[in-house]
């Protein structure tokens, strides 16, 4: 990968813990203002419970005053009940004190409906009191929390922002200043590719832009959201592999002017493609072999021509190794340059786990073979 997007990609999960860590500060005198908020709404709780207990009282005192005022009246009817000398006075007077009556039990009533809500009132108001008592300390204790996260976060902050700029110093002006400018539009200056699309826009990608990318060489931009991207080798287990190929696989063509091979070991390297292919026209005196890293497609050693026909030429490459299915031609394999792009090497990978799983039947079927001959 080349150095200056190794940079890039450490300089954007920098600059993604810098982004968490601000937005986490700035947050932070938002939760100091909830916790006061809290303990503000409790006191203004426990002052309406208080005065609403209060208006109930003054409720009730207004309602006995009035009972009283009413008793008054009705004991004032009835001394002048005994002074009237017609039956229509008497009446006049009898209505009165019925009508006051009534006046009296409704009064009485609401009298009653203020005292059982008064009851209610009067527990939340011990309710509010006993949270306020409370609440002090436990809001106190989560003020200094905050305050004690944002001390940290501010150190973080310092110590990240220093690693910041030893990065940026670390990577070219040019792009590290596209970087930036993309970052600040869109959030991010970096976007992974993969399946030959980039995976924050999903744009599908030029074939020779995705291996290019997957070369690592150089740096290339995405052509639609302008991210930088980046590749990341993916390693797939055999069985992965196998499972996205058919069930009985096609056996290589014995007698063919190309050929592919597996190597679990070649020199340093472990787990290589070989691919030899003899010569034509001018050239048919000689063969040729590439090596190829099986994971990342990367060739791992410089093009090799040698006299004669590759099973001859290279007959010490070809011991230990797997056969595998594959042809392209020459010249696309030239322009692929130092590194085989996913259509070349997905198909390879597939047939070799097909391969591999052959192999193992194979050998599984030869054991239960032996013990069948020892059995009998």
């Keep these: 990968m080349h150095a200056d997007l190794e940079t890039l990609l450490a300089l954007q999960d920098v ?5 968490r860590l601000n937005e986490e500060v700035a947050a932070l005198p938002k939760r100091v203002a909830a916790i006061e908020a ?8 426990l002052e309406q419970a208080k005065a609403a207990v209060k208006a109930d009282e003054a409720a009730r005192k207004k309602y006995d005053a009035a009972n009283q005022d009413l008793q008054q009246k009705i004991s004032k009817y009835r001394d002048q009940m005994l002074a009237v000398k017609t039956n ?3 009446k006049a007077f009898q209505h009165e004190i019925e009508f006051a009556q009534q006046e009296i039990q409704t009064n009485e009533d609401k009298i009653l409906e203020v005292m059982l809500d008064s009851d209610t009132k009067a527990s939340q108001v011990k309710s509010a ?43 070219e002006s040019d792009w590290l200043a596209h970087y930036e400018r993309i970052a600040k539009a869109r959030k991010t200056g970096l976007s992974e590719a993969r399946d030959s699309k980039c995976l924050t826009c999903h744009v599908t990608l030029r074939p020779q832009v995705f291996a290019e990318v997957r070369s690592g060489q150089k740096l290339i931009t995405c052509e639609s959201c302008s991210r930088i991207l980046y590749y990341v080798p993916v390693e797939k287990t055999a069985e992965q592999i196998a499972n996205l190929g058919p069930k009985k696989r096609s056996k290589p063509k014995t007698e063919a002017a190309q050929a592919w091979y597996f190597r679990s070991e070649f020199g340093d ?14 050239f048919a ?3 040729s072999r590439r090596v190829y890293d099986i994971h990342t497609g990367r060739a791992v050693v410089p093009k090799e021509s040698r006299r004669g026909v590759y099973k001859h030429a290279f007959v010490e490459d070809l011991e230990g190794a797997l056969r595998i299915n594959g042809f392209w031609k020459e010249q696309e394999l030239d322009e692929y340059g130092n590194e085989l792009p996913a259509i070349v090497l997905d198909p390879l990978q597939r047939d070799l786990a097909l391969a591999q799983r052959d192999v193992l039947a194979h ?14």
């Excluded at 003020?143 to 220093?162: G, P, Q, V």
Aim: charged share 45%; net charge negative; aromatic share 4%.
């Design 15 to 19: 600059d993604k813990e810098i982004l």
């Design 38 to 45: 809290k303990l503000a709404g409790t006191k203004d709780r």
């Design 88 to 90: 229509e006075q008497y």
């Design 129 to 171: 009191e006993a949270e306020l008592k409370a609440e002090p300390a436990e809001i106190e204790k989560e003020k200094k929390i905050a305050h004690d996260k944002t001390a940290e976060d501010e150190k973080l902050l310092s110590e990240w922002r220093e690693k910041r700029d030893g990065l940026r110093g670390r990577v």
């Design 269 to 282: 390297h472990r787990e290589v493609f070989l691919v030899f292919m003899n010569g034509e026209g001018n």
């Design 285 to 287: 005196d000689t063969s």
């Design 363 to 376: 050998a599984h079927a030869s054991v239960e073979k032996e013990h069948e001959e020892v059995s009998s």
